[in-house]
């Protein structure tokens, strides 16, 4: 029996009206000030309720905060680990 032909398909040329994509610039490196700061808040946080913990009746300020303290050591922890969020 004899063989069929096969057909050759063409080549996909895309049309000429097309745009190439623009490859987007890779971010760097964060500065070193950014961890810095990043490891200064949540240092910060940690060491505003280590302080809190130890002498917080004998810190005029701490002791009329009171248990906002816990809010404030919060605050700063958190904002340093959203921090890492963006650290590249």
């Known amino acids: 029996m004899p063989k ?14 097309r745009r190439t994509p623009v490859k987007p610039r890779a ?4 500065h070193p000030i950014y961890k810095g700061v990043m490891f200064g808040l949540m240092l910060l946080g940690l060491g505003w309720m280590a302080v809190f913990y130890i002498a917080g009746d004998e810190i005029e300020f701490m002791f009329e905060l009171s248990n906002w303290n816990f809010v404030v050591a919060f605050v700063f922890g958190v904002t340093g680990l959203l921090m890492t969020l963006r650290w590249r």
């Open 27 to 30: 971010a760097g490196p964060s």
């Open 4 to 17: 069929s032909r096969t057909r050759k398909k063409a080549a996909y040329t895309p049309p000429p009206n």
